[in-house]
């Protein structure tokens, strides 16, 4: 079965500072890949996904991922982040019609 | 709002006693998946169904848990004898097929408080 791994449980960063959180699945193949974010008190929406072509995905808020198939990993990206993105943030992996999830990053951006 | 809605939002049981939540999903979307979540952990997968049908269970699924979508819309999850374990935030989910170059649309969830 598929795991994903999200090695930086929680990340603190001030505005302006450049992001990067990691991802790695557990096996190749075909895969589709996501980031869902999680701001307090609300449902997780989903940032961005990947499901074929330009390895490079942009997603919304200005965050993007990047697969790179040899390396089993789809790290989200954002230049400069804003306090409006502090949240939760989960990467996940599709595998036999459902998803499976990692343990999630959780990011808190000081003003 | 047309998305996914869950109820209630919060529940607070004694343990032993059953306890039944609800997912509207998004209307037309065929599929519809229940998660677990508890705090530090990302959501784990319980069970989904395409239309009426029960595809899959996860081994999490005990047989205290029981989950039905009778007429293909909403969905309910029951929880038989609950115990604190059972304590989480119960996630739904559901989508226009599978996950192939389509995405979930997720509930606000059901916080669940086993006393």
């Known amino acids: 079965a598929q795991s994903v791994s999200q090695h930086n449980h929680h990340v603190i960063l001030s505005e302006a500072a450049s992001l990067e959180l990691g991802c790695n699945y557990s096996?190749?193949?075909?895969?589709?890949l996501f980031w869902y974010v999680q701001y307090p008190g609300q449902h997780l929406q989903l940032l961005l996904k990947?499901?074929?072509?330009?390895?490079l995905v942009k997603g919304i808020k200005g965050f993007e991922a990047e697969f790179i198939k040899s390396k089993f990993s789809f790290n989200l990206r954002k230049p400069s982040v804003q306090w409006s993105d502090t949240a939760e943030y989960f990467c996940?992996?599709?595998?036999?019609?459902?998803?499976?999830f990692g343990t999630g990053t959780r990011l808190t951006i000081i003003p | 709002d047309t998305g996914v809605s869950q109820d209630p939002r919060h529940k607070i049981t004694k343990r032993g006693q059953n306890v039944t939540f609800r997912c509207d999903p998004i209307?037309?979307?065929?599929?519809l998946y229940w998660y677990r979540q508890t705090l530090g952990q990302g959501p784990e997968f319980l069970t989904y169904?395409?239309?009426?049908?029960?595809?899959?269970k996860s081994r999490l699924l005990s047989d205290r848990f029981s989950a039905e979508r009778p007429k293909g819309s909403f969905s309910t999850l029951e929880i038989q004898r609950t115990e604190q374990g059972d304590s989480a935030m119960y996630l739904c989910?559901?989508?226009?097929?599978?996950?192939?170059?389509?995405?979930?649309?997720f509930g606000q969830g059901t916080r669940l408080t086993v006393v």
């Open positions: 990947y499901f074929s072509g330009d390895p």
């Open positions: 096996y190749g193949g075909t895969v589709n």
């Open positions: 989910a559901s989508s226009p097929t599978g996950w192939k170059n389509t995405e979930a649309f």
């Open positions: 209307s037309e979307h065929n599929r």
């Open positions: 169904f395409q239309n009426e049908a029960q595809l899959e």
């Open positions: 996940a992996v599709n595998e036999d019609e459902k998803l499976t």
